[in-house]
């Protein structure tokens, strides 16, 4: 019986403790189809640059790795607003509001960030209440 206590307060404390570090920062939200949306986008239009696992070139940088380490605790609005505004390089505002979701979906999830049950929203109100989180890559 005292083991059961023991258990059950345990996995209470676990729980309050995960609550409480999501609150703290939110972690952004996509779904699985989002992520496959956003690798046809990706495809087409960014990893000529940006490489076929968004490792970077010479010139243009990586979007794993490093990429995080310098975005994380970033509101996603900020990456949404500079992706729409600035990329792809060659005709910065191509992508559409869903394009520009689907393609963050992407790069969030080959950043090992889970697909979930809600998706990315297109409203700033939404966006802004999400964050780059700190995730540990292999160090591309
Ligand atoms: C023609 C080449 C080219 C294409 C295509 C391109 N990019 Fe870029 N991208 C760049 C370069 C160059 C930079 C660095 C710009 C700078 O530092 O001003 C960059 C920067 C970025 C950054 C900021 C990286 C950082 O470390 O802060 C993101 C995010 C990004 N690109 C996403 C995309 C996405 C998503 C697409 C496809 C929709 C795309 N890019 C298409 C060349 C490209």
Known sequence: MRLNILFFASA????????????????????????????????????????????????TPSLTGRFIQNWKDTPII?????????????????????????????????NSIQAGKTPLSTQPKSLRLQFIPHVITNNK
Request: glycine residues 6%; aromatic residues 10%.
């Open 78 to 110: 900020e990456l949404y607003a500079y992706i729409h505004r600035a990329m792809p390089q060659m005709s910065p505002g191509a992508l559409s509001p869903e394009d520009t979701t689907a393609v963050i979906a992407y790069i969030l999830e080959q």
């Open 12 to 59: 209470f404390l676990l729980t309050t403790h995960t609550v409480w570090a999501a609150g703290a920062r939110p972690l952004p939200s996509f779904t699985a189809a989002q992520a496959r949306q956003g690798e046809e986008i990706y495809e087409s239009t960014c990893a000529m640059c940006h490489g076929s696992k968004l490792e970077g070139n010479f010139d």
